[in-house]
């Protein structure tokens, strides 16, 4: 495996470990915010059922009517007016009963004795995860139970396709004063599911209970209001229909409990969506009716409502008020007001599940990686910004449609992907860009493409003047041995040649300019900077006639011709850089030192060597060869005569 192929198998194993680590945390931290937010951003103009009410004891009724603890008669003077004075058509009670009254006990003997009168009032039970205590006996827990499930009136048909064996973890429930609960009419489950950050968005609508079934507060009073009672639950929905009501709502079966998400509609303070009413102008409209005098509050204001009674004042212990996604303090009956209205209404929430939700995560990550891969990067980012608001957008609208999706994740993996697909083309441009140095590289020397590449964005016409040595390699009469050969075989001889002598250049420091048919122009100094540039060039010939020897051994033995090569070298300044045109630039290097070479290489037929070099660069050289003196000869274009030189060999390299 390559390095490039090793980082991109890293990359990729990263950003699956990072992709499934973010989402994990991101969707049990971010997405709550978020569902939060969206839920108190769609439902501004959510405006709860005017035909549900809230009786409240608040601060002002202790004002009123004494500090607590109250007597319960109090609340029976509650029950009283709404039940034998109002036409209202429903009492829920959210409120839990199990201490006695141990200073008035008489009171609460007559209160439990009364409570069976009100058959319109449906009150709440608390499940629990604690086991009942152990000195609660077997026979009393089943009486207990036998009691409880007698209490909500209500089938439920269980139709899921795999049913739990998993009972819910609630193991007890209300430890309720035995007499209330023997005479209480209707009781429904108060529990509420609590989030991991602490919030309120489900209600347990339906708890699996040693194997049993047991509904809600809100379920048992919805059955009362329809007259409905046989409910279906399925994987999906619980259901339920007569001839003028029908209920489909959502919910999602999790250990032994099914349970909807609430849909919340907007409050003015905070407090309560549902219209509340004080409990002390309650009982004051009562005490006035029996001295017959005309009530605090109009009686008719109750006419076919449903009224739910419960506390939320400073007072210890009757502070009631939880942390949902439109208040922190949000009272504790409303709730459960919320659960009915929601159901009335056929109000709900659905939510959208696990699986869909990561497939949507990848979908989204996917599209984002394929626009940034394939796009120009202004496009992409372009893109993907409007894909990010597009999604926004889109999350809004399902939420307006009562369809809580996730938003954090798809937005947060758009960004990741957008990282990820940067990375990739780095690595996947890089890969290509060494492949294009590769290819290029066989048309130009590798040591001019990365000049080229190195300084890309200053690439135009013009070089410089510099110092060079520059080799001029010519074949001995090459014109001859074409006429022999096919074009073929020439071009099998050249390509093997070209092949041995190539290296050779580019090892010694110098670029390979040009091929000239047969010959060869290698520059030395430019662009890889070096002082002892003739050195080099001597170097390099002495190399490149070895080679030649050791190839005319092997073309003997194949039965090719002899090749004999001629080699010039002269040293001096030229211009080196970049001609042509805009749009076709070529390197080269231009000048008398260029010319000098070839010239001195053509004396190498008059004067039967192979060697020559200028007296400029023997000059440079002189302590590391050993040379015979030629003549001082004429070259075209001077108008003086130079020396040359015969190099024999090299000396202490």
């Known amino acids: 495996m390559n390095s490039q192929r090793k980082s991109l198998f890293l990359l990729t194993f990263a950003s699956v470990i990072i992709f499934f680590i973010v989402y994990i945390i991101g969707v049990s931290i971010f997405e709550l915010k978020s569902y939060n937010f969206l839920v108190k951003m769609t439902t501004q103009n959510a405006k709860a059922s005017d035909d549900i009410m809230l009786i409240v004891i608040d601060d002002k009724s202790l004002h009123e009517l004494g500090r607590w603890p109250w007597k319960r008669s109090r609340y029976e003077q509650i029950f009283n ?3 034998n004075h109002t036409q209202a058509k429903q009492i829920g009670y959210d409120a839990i009963i199990v201490a006695p009254d141990t200073e008035h006990p008489e009171v609460d003997k007559e209160f439990f004795n009364n409570i069976k009168n009100y058959k319109n009032l449906s009150a709440g039970v608390g499940f629990t995860h604690s086991p009942f205590e152990k000195n609660v006996s077997k026979d009393t827990v089943k009486w207990y139970e036998d009691e409880l499930f007698k209490k909500n009136g209500i089938v439920i048909e269980d139709k899921r396709s795999k049913k739990f064996k998993q009972e819910s973890s609630y193991k007890s429930f209300s430890a309720f004063q035995r007499d209330y609960l023997k005479n209480i009419q209707s009781l429904g489950s108060v529990n509420t599911n609590l989030d991991n950050d602490g919030y309120i968005r489900k209600v347990d609508q339906i708890i699996n209970y040693k194997g049993k079934l047991y509904p809600s507060l809100g379920l048992v009073m919805y059955s009362k209001y329809t ?16 001839n003028t009501h029908s209920l489909k709502m959502p919910v999602t079966n999790k250990f032994g409990i099914a349970y909807s998400n609430i849909y919340f509609y907007k409050t003015d303070d905070g407090l309560y969506s549902h219209q509340k009413i004080s409990a002390s102008d309650v009982i004051k409209s009562l005490e006035a009716i029996e001295r017959g005098e005309k009530p605090l509050l109009d009686p008719d204001i109750f006419k076919d409502k449903i009224v739910f009674v419960g506390a939320n004042a400073q007072a210890q212990a009757l502070q009631d008020v939880k942390r949902t996604p439109i208040s922190d303090a949000f009272s504790g009956v409303d709730i459960q007001a919320t659960n009915l209205d929601n159901m009335i209404n056929n109000e709900f929430y659905r939510t959208s599940s696990e699986l869909y939700n990561l497939l949507n995560v990848i979908l989204i990550f996917i599209l984002a990686f394929v626009i940034v891969c394939t796009l120009p990067i202004p496009v992409a980012i372009l893109s993907c910004a409007c894909l990010m608001f597009m999604y926004l957008i889109f999350s809004f609208f399902m939420f307006t449609n009562k369809v809580a999706i996730n938003l954090v994740m798809p937005e947060v993996f758009i960004l990741f992907a957008i990282g990820c697909a940067y990375s990739y083309r780095y690595l996947i441009e890089g890969r290509k860009k060494e492949k294009i140095q590769s290819a290029m ?12 590449v190195d300084n890309i964005d200053s690439v135009k016409l013009g070089g410089k003047r510099a110092n060079v040595t520059v080799l001029f390699a010519d074949i001995r009469g090459f014109t001859s041995i074409s006429e022999k ?19 050779i ?7 390979l300019n040009k091929f000239m048919g047969d010959a060869v122009l290698a520059v030395f100094g430019e662009p890889i900077k070096n002082e002892h540039h003739a050195l080099d060039a001597i170097k390099c010939a002495d190399a490149m006639l070895k080679k030649v020897k050791t190839l005319q051994e092997k073309w003997l033995e194949e039965g090719k011709p002899k090749i004999e090569i001629g080699v010039g070298i002269s040293t001096g300044e030229a211009f080196v850089g970049n001609i042509g045109s805009e749009e076709r630039l070529e390197y080269t290097v231009i000048g008398d030192t260029v010319n000098t070479a070839s010239r001195i290489e053509n004396y190498n037929k008059v004067y039967r060597t192979k060697f020559l070099i200028s007296q400029e660069t023997f000059e440079q050289v002189q302590k590391h060869v050993d040379v015979i003196k030629i003549r001082e000869v004429s070259i075209r274009g001077k108008a003086k005569k130079i020396n040359i030189y015969e190099v024999l060999r090299l000396l202490n390299v």
């Open 227 to 242: 007259g409905i009672k046989h409910f279906v639950l399925t994987d999906k929905y619980l259901l339920a229909k007569n």
């Open 505 to 511: 250049i580019e090892n010694n420091n110098g670029i």
């Open 485 to 503: 050969l096919s074009a073929e075989e020439v071009t099998k001889i050249l390509n093997e040649y070209f092949t041995a002598i190539v290296p």
């Open 441 to 452: 590289g066989k048309y130009l020397s590798k040591d001019v493409m990365r000049n080229v």
């Open 81 to 83: 007016y709404i039940t």
